[in-house]
DNA sequence: TTGAAAGCGCTACCAA
DNA sequence: TTGGTAGCGCTTTCAA
């Protein structure tokens, strides 16, 4: 590596110290456009230009080792390329630069331990945050890191206990409000397809169905349709499903996860099923199949920029020993149109 | 924040020096188990011992300030959650772990003015290198960048010079595939769409067309349906080119970016035309639609594994002074199947 | 408004 | 095999 510019070349360069570079480098624009330091301000011009002429950049690692601060924060999801996470990280990325912080992105892959090791890893580069989206298993590596009393956030799943911040989706209410739109549109015979282990997101949302159901008065007609979880693809077991449903009269579905969604569309093909005419549905998550059949498919889309926004500022305040609500729920909501 | 463990107070609560806890530290672990350090297994075996109890974690701005490095990359795309790009952020993410790297992310948002700021952060975080996707009007940016002589890596996008690696795709050769796979099939009347400005990728994979094309006798049938670039809905415009090209008896089409082939299977829809009876397609990139219509469309996919792991590996060749071949070609391949 | 100097936690060098 | 110590580049404190 070629040897940078440090803060002394600037300082020699300019023909003054180094604590008064550091003053200039660090002060912020005033609303009137000077630089709110105490130094002249002809002087600080000088130093501004030598440091540009030179291209000095300030060596991040010891301004933090000195300060104690590195405003970076780490965002650990599962898996950073999943489309759901993927927006949000993006999202993260904006709202941090916009603050003055860099963010560090891991993917977990869902294993506990890679997530303990990355954790370890996050506070090494002294990350002052942790925005994290626990996998299973992860509560006693969480628990610890609590421990380290370093401030978190808990996105998309949650996590018992006090020492975190929490910026949650209230799934119950989606599931709810997605049976509602089927019955609004004169739906009776409404059924939703749901897995045989425990999947917070999905029971939740089937519990949802059932009090909409039930709120209509269509108790007799619920059914929920329990798949064997990520043995085989899901799509044949939906298509099964699809076959006997149609043939009992049902008429639409509530599909809870994108993979479900696309399973079903798969289904109406295989079996030769047209959408709005012999089935409904109200799908989850965004997909580009949504939008092939005009007028689009309405489908329920989580809120991915607020999950961003709100999860950053709760983590700032903690940071920052604000007061602030530590369990924030957030809703997702319903999009009928495509493209 | 807390006040941290440092190396000082293992080295005292385990009556050693701090050297010789940085040795412990910092060495590996041989195949046989042991330390390769020279320092005594069980003075070692006592600092370990320490340093778990007390929680030491190196910090890794000191580690990097003294050592002059940083087992750090950067790496800038245009949308870290665009699919093509946040797959292949997910795969270096893995490689660079596996190596003992760690991966700064960032999105340029497009934006050359903003790609500059980020790689000036970057360099103020002292990253050994750079992975870059150039976006549009950046060859002033990095130029700069390469004077900096901080090792950088091209994908995605081309920028002449030699001061990069590069590991670029074949868009012609792609172009070509797709096609020959058309002809394969025995159409004789394949269109193919492209836009009214430059835009590299799709302008090559429109010549791997015209002389797939050309090789088969075809070049009277060569049809370029040129779109204005991005200003209305794609979707529209395609369903005027689709009319228009079945009835002139064409049965084959090659849609050169995933929003053309997302546009392509809207028309469809819209004309009431069927896959496979009234046209074949080849798309591109990978869409949740390609696997809707059993037995799935054709699609050309890129390497995106692939681009990750030859420009991770090129880096650090250059990185660390090793001879390395700068400029990689690699080919995307055509998935014939679906789900 | 300016500067000297201490020291953040670590690694590298040299000496024992 | 072990330890003492300089110093990486910066911010901070204190003094001028």
New interface residues.
Partial sequence: ??K?TTIRDVAREAGVSVTLVSFVMNAKVKENGELDCPVNADTAERVLQVAKRL?Y??????A??RS?R?HTIAVITS???S?FF??I??HL??IAYKAGY??????SDESAPKLSNLI??M????V?GLIVAPCAGSEKVLHRSGS???PTVLIDRNIPGDAFGRVLVDNEAGGYEATRYLIGMGHKRIEIIGYDIEIASVSERVKGYERAMQEAGLEENIRVNVLPYGIS?S?DEVTKVFREAHLRGTSAFVLPTKKLS?SG??AM??LNLRMHRDFDFVCYDE???Y????PGIPHMVQPLHEIAEKSFNLLLNIIDNKPAEMNVTLHSHLVEGG?
């Fill in positions: 590596m070629i940078k291209g950049k300030r060596n991040n690692a010891a933090s080792l104690g590195t898996d950073i390329s489309p993927a927006e990280c993006r990325e904006n860099t963010v560090l992105f891991a993917s370890d890893k506070i090494g580069y002294n002052e380290y009393n370093i693809p799509a696309k569309f798969y093909t295989k997909s580009d199949v939008d092939l059949i005009p493209a």
